[in-house]
């Protein structure tokens, strides 16, 4: 498994019910601001950078096959790759277009879920679960599968036939 660490100009967890408030990166909060936030309202949090760190250089990079190229913005990467990323835009009469079916469950979702796998990888989390109607938890499932762990999708009983295969597909449950 390759472990993408190069140095994150990401600093702290930052209230937006109260951006003076800062907490650190790890572990994630993930049921918001714990200072700001009450039993009715859940004030997210935002990762604050220091873009004074950031090399500038990084932006007249050409566009790299996977997310390896932005890893001064994310987190540590954990799980390992499966290609995400480095999708073209395609000009078709005089529109371009972004053509995410070159990644490899054909959906913008894998950039997300490479992230917040790696994310449950480095914070030891058991599995992944999450809720989707298609894409969203095949991507999940694809990404979870590769770096061991298992993948629930919580998915309408509705759900079309091949949703619900290409969700087995990738082990979810």
């Not at 050409?62 to 790759?81: C, K």
């Not at 469950?105 to 950039?111: A, C, F, V």
């Not at 599995?127 to 499932?141: D, L, Q, T």
């Amino acid at each position: 498994m390759r472990c993408v660490n190069r140095e994150s100009v990401a600093v702290a967890q930052c209230s937006l019910g109260d951006p003076s408030l800062t907490f650190p990166l790890s572990p994630p909060l993930t049921r918001g601001c714990p200072a700001t936030s009450t039993a009715e309202l859940a004030y997210p949090l935002e990762v604050d950078y220091a873009y004074e760190r950031l090399d500038t250089a990084l932006f007249d990079q050409p566009p790299g096959p996977d997310l390896a190229r932005w890893q001064p913005l994310l987190p540590t990467l954990h799980a390992p790759t499966l290609g995400e990323g480095g999708t073209p835009l395609v000009e078709f009469e005089g529109v371009y277009v972004k053509d995410e079916s070159r990644n490899p469950t054909w959906s913008h979702k894998d950039r997300l879920n490479r992230v917040a796998v790696s994310a449950a990888v480095g914070e030891g989390a058991p599995g992944v679960v999450v809720a989707s109607s298609g894409n969203h938890g095949a991507s999940a499932a694809a990404y979870a599968a590769r770096a061991g762990l298992p993948a629930i999708v919580l998915a309408s009983a509705e759900a079309p036939p091949a949703v619900q295969a290409y969700l087995r597909a990738y082990g979810a449950r």
